[in-house]
């Protein structure tokens, strides 16, 4: 399938409920008034495709947190790659210059597994990361290494954006490109995306990380890409991202993704967290949705191989996609 040559079809002859997916758009329209662009993708064709506010499908969205989920597969691409031994190798082998202090006992037994299941322990609480401090800092990566470990137990989850990043620098400390040029490589450019061009960051201020100048993939001082945020995707390429994922890592008969990490990334868990993919289970319904603050989605439920993306303007406290999703979309899917 090449770059725009996406086959849509009828959703009717895709087993949908039209009439279902027709509530979509005034939904939209009045409860979730910052969505940029959705995209549903039902056994791999373009079931239903809507753009807002002037965007249209060849247009990028800064998806936040959604780059986690890029970075897991690419941390699964490298293992597989042997630039990486395993998910239990520790994550202080990659930094062999970095000298715990004496009281950090923790930090030496932290794996890239803790990374990517948010089980590893930081001093702060629960949801309260300090990421504008890191941003601060000309060397985001010791400043992580020096939170690492600290307080808390290993196995406990805690959401951690500068987390994601320490994992972004293993891709880069792995096979000696950063995290963008490495997708590009081995996933962008397989899987049919748009590679991401290589944008000079002319500051670090909360504009450049987070705001209006976010364009590319961001990068830290250091030149590694933010391992948490700040990739700039189209709605399309999201979706194929998604689609990639339910055909278990592979296209055009290419495996791009090894079948066995995206089944291990995305087994359900008590922390409802896999490899840096949310997990749900409801209503005998299983689906893992790449996520992204501002209501950035990419939901992909197997079972009914259904993709649905949403792309959004950052907005605070922005609604929850999954009601949407699933009244007017998964409930449309005809069993």
Not at 147 to 156: A, D, K, P
Not at 167 to 175: E, F, K
Request: aromatic residues 12%; hydrophobic residues 35%.
């Amino acid at each position: 399938m090449k770059r725009n040559d996406w086959p849509t079809a009828d959703p009717q002859a895709l087993g949908m409920d039209a009439k279902k997916l027709s509530e979509l758009d005034p939904k939209i329209k009045s409860r979730y008034s910052n969505i940029n662009g959705i995209v549903v993708v039902k056994n791999g064709y373009i079931a239903y495709e809507r753009y807002y506010h002037g965007y249209g499908p060849t247009d990028t969205h800064h998806v936040a947190s959604v780059t986690k989920s890029i970075l897991s597969a690419l941390i699964g691409i490298a293992i597989h790659g042997g630039y990486i031994k395993s998910v239990d190798q520790n994550a202080l082998d990659f930094f062999p210059e970095y000298v715990p202090g004496p009281p950090n006992k923790q930090i030496q037994d932290i794996t890239i597994r803790h990374l990517l299941t948010m089980t590893a322990p930081y001093p702060f609480e629960d949801w309260h990361e300090p990421l504008d401090k890191m941003c601060m800092q000309p060397d985001w990566i010791t400043y992580t290494l020096n939170m690492l470990g600290q307080e808390g137990t290993i196995g406990t989850f805690k959401y951690s954006t500068a987390g994601a990043h320490l994992l972004s620098a293993i891709v880069t400390r792995s096979t000696g490109k950063n995290a963008r040029e490495f997708a590009n490589e081995h996933l962008f450019k397989p899987s049919g995306m748009k590679e991401i061009p290589n944008y000079e960051m002319k500051s670090f201020g909360f504009d450049d990380l987070f705001g209006k100048h976010v364009r590319g993939w961001v990068n830290d001082p250091d030149g590694n890409s933010t391992g948490g945020w700040g990739l700039t995707l189209t709605p399309r390429d999201m979706a194929r991202f998604g689609l990639l994922y339910i055909n278990r890592g592979c296209w055009d008969n290419q495996q791009i993704v090894p079948a066995s990490w995206i089944d291990e990334s995305t087994v359900m868990n008590a922390n409802n967290y896999g490899y840096l993919w949310w997990l749900r289970e409801e209503e005998g319904v299983f689906s893992y949705s790449a996520l992204g603050d501002g209501g950035n989605v990419i939901c992909c439920v197997p079972e009914k191989d259904l993709v649905v993306v949403i792309a959004s303007e950052f907005t605070i406290n922005a609604l929850d996609r999954w009601e949407l999703i699933k009244e007017c979309i998964v409930l449309s899917v005809k069993d």
